[in-house]
């Protein structure tokens, strides 16, 4: 298996585009997550997915953010406009309900820098 | 306050000595608790995983769960180079999907 695709793995935009983070989860896992990973907070979770249904949307940072899942396997992250603040490592896991320790497999990211 | 407490670290070591990585959380409902590794530039990965309290051995790692003090740890015995790498703890409630995940440690451990 590939494993959890992601794509861009770097961006470089400029306050105020339009970014789109995409994801390709593991084929067969109903459960998709899009994290964020910052030096100052670390690993926070802004959404999740099951069976391409939103779940949680509790740590999406505002407005400015949106996700969706028209799929089972794609996802994608928009940020629109970005800003300098958002710059980040933008992680999508995902996990199969089958799985004894619900564990998630993460894909390989995507640096994102706004300047 | 944050519910996961971790030291970010950074922590480095010799090459053969035992590390200990710990966190401190608040919420005593969680009850699933993990350690994920996560090497430079890549996404983390599942290391270790315990159910409630007690110790949980896999080789040279051995994680540790005191509910009662809302305590985890993770010791590496016999720490070698390609032991280098940041270590997230990460806990769940009974039932969830959900992680909370602590900042992460970064580790070096030096030859």
């Known amino acids: 298996d590939a494993g959890v695709i992601q794509s861009p793995r770097h961006e470089v935009t400029e306050m105020g585009q339009e970014v789109t983070l995409r994801c390709k989860p593991i084929s067969g896992h109903d459960y998709l997550f899009w994290y964020r990973q910052t030096m100052m907070r670390g690993l926070e979770l802004l959404i999740y997915f099951n069976n391409n249904v939103p779940i949680d949307d509790s740590g999406m940072p505002e407005d400015r953010f949106s996700a969706k899942m028209p799929n089972a396997s794609f996802s994608t992250l928009k940020i629109q406009p970005s800003e300098p603040r958002d710059s980040a490592v933008y992680f999508c896991?995902?996990?199969?309900?089958?799985?004894?320790?619900?564990?998630?497999?993460f894909g390989p990211g995507t640096r994102l820098t706004v300047l | 306050q944050k519910e996961v407490e971790q030291d970010p670290g950074p922590l480095s070591v010799p090459e053969g000595a035992i590390v200990s990585l710990n966190c401190t959380y608040s919420?005593?409902?969680?009850?699933?608790f993990m350690w994920y590794r996560q090497y430079s530039r890549k996404g983390p990965e599942l290391l270790m995983y315990t159910y409630s309290s007690g110790n949980k051995e896999d080789g040279r790692f051995t994680a540790q769960v005191d509910k009662s003090s809302k305590y985890i740890s993770l010791f590496i015995r016999d720490s070698q180079p390609s032991d280098s790498a940041t270590y997230l703890c990460?806990?769940?409630?009974?039932?969830?999907?959900?992680?909370?995940f602590g900042q992460g440690t970064r580790l070096t451990i030096n030859p």
């Open positions: 990460a806990m769940r409630l009974a039932g969830a999907q959900k992680l909370v």
């Open positions: 896991a995902s996990s199969p309900t089958a799985s004894p320790y619900n564990e998630q497999f």
């Open positions: 919420n005593s409902a969680f009850q699933y």
